[in-house]
């Protein structure tokens, strides 16, 4: 199944093995221990010991951030659970609660910054002909090229890198690198270095652009090692992006009589994937779902081949990893807590399903 390899590639991203679970007590005004060190991919677990009410908030004391926790936590619900994403990577995170705030009751969560020279590809996109395949050094090698017209001009690489990341530049027409709140620099043939942040490689040319590099992980989307494919191979759009730890795939193309697609997948073990198609869609190894018909599809251990097997208009879309799950399947109306306005809602909708 696919799950290994996802866990690979959290695990891959933040190079510390596997992952570990830290405890965290909660009394009655204070957090035991109030400082915990971790890793990404590591899972943080508050477990109700005395005192009431608690919450688990991020912020600096006492002002809540929202951006990565604010959980209530008591005696009937007394276990708060957090998996450190890789975006907290190198990051301080301070939390409190909220009712015992001032009277000192912090904590503090180091996050260990991930290994120099790592990255992890945020967002791909483009339109025209991409060839990219994984090199036997574990490095992975990109060749785009756009079309004469100008709406097939489109390639963005969203990088985020930590520490130094070099990229060997072979061939570039028309593109540019622009940095996230930083400056935007033209891309020539040599090795560009890339330090920490957010990076966009992208055509800034509407008339041609091309550009072919390699880079030393492997992986077309997530962290830089561990890849999913051998291989994509496509004339039209692709778009992949990480949701919610999920890698999603887009692959569309027009162009009749041509070969438009083959992606070869390299699973660690057997998996399963969620896909949807139409136009003509062939595989070697991957018994497909119906067309047009979202599926889940099972994808064997070793190499499988999916491939545009005719002419004509062509889409696939593939998520591979294991669906997020659903934390509180109860919460009908989202709000974080199970009660009586769950049970309105479903009452509420009482009857056959239209
Ligand atoms: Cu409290």
Not at 241 to 264: K, N, S
Not at 321 to 337: E, K, M, N, V, Y
């Amino acid at each position: 199944m696919l799950r290994p390899m996802t866990a690979m590639l959290t695990l891959a991203l933040s190079s510390v093995g596997l992952a570990d679970d830290v405890t965290v007590e909660v009394y009655a005004t204070s957090f035991e221990p109030d400082e915990i060190d971790v890793q990404p991919g590591d899972t943080v677990t508050w477990t109700y010991i005395s005192g009431y009410p608690h919450t688990i908030t991020s912020g600096t004391p006492c002002t809540a951030d929202g951006i990565w926790f604010d959980e209530q936590i008591n005696s009937g619900s007394p276990t708060v659970t957090w998996t450190v994403p890789d975006s907290a990577a190198g990051m301080e995170i301070d939390y409190f609660c909220t009712p015992h705030c001032a009277m000192g009751m912090t904590g503090a969560i180091n996050v260990a910054g991930a290994e120099s020279g790592t990255y992890a590809v945020r967002m791909f996109d483009c339109t025209g002909s991409l060839e990219w395949s994984a090199t036997s050094d574990g490095g992975s090698s990109w060749q785009w090229g756009g079309s004469s017209s100008a709406d097939s001009q489109i390639f963005q690489l969203a990088l985020e890198v930590w520490g130094s990341l070099e990229i060997e530049v072979l061939s570039a027409t028309g593109m540019s690198c622009y940095t996230v709140g930083g400056s935007t620099s033209g891309i020539s043939t040599g090795t560009m270095t890339l330090t920490s942040g957010y990076h966009v490689i992208t055509s800034a040319s509407a008339s041609y652009a091309s550009i072919g590099f390699q880079l030393p992980g492997g992986s077309p989307a997530g962290p830089s090692s561990a890849p999913l494919w051998d291989e994509i191979s496509i004339h039209g759009s692709a778009h992949w992006e990480d949701r919610d730890g999920r890698v999603h795939y887009e692959f569309t193309g027009d162009y009749p009589g041509l070969h438009q697609f083959i992606g070869v997948l390299n699973a660690a073990s057997e998996g399963t994937a969620d896909m949807f198609w139409y136009g003509s869609l062939g595989s070697v190894g991957i018994t497909l779902s119906s067309e047009a018909e979202e599926g889940s599809v099972v994808v064997p251990a070793g190499t499988s081949e999916l491939m545009d097997a005719g002419t004509g208009m062509f889409h696939l879309r593939i998520a591979l990893g294991d669906p997020p799950a659903d934390p509180c399947p109860s919460d009908i109306d989202g709000d974080g807590t199970v009660g009586i306005n769950d049970l309105l809602e479903l009452i509420g909708a009482w009857g056959p399903c239209m």
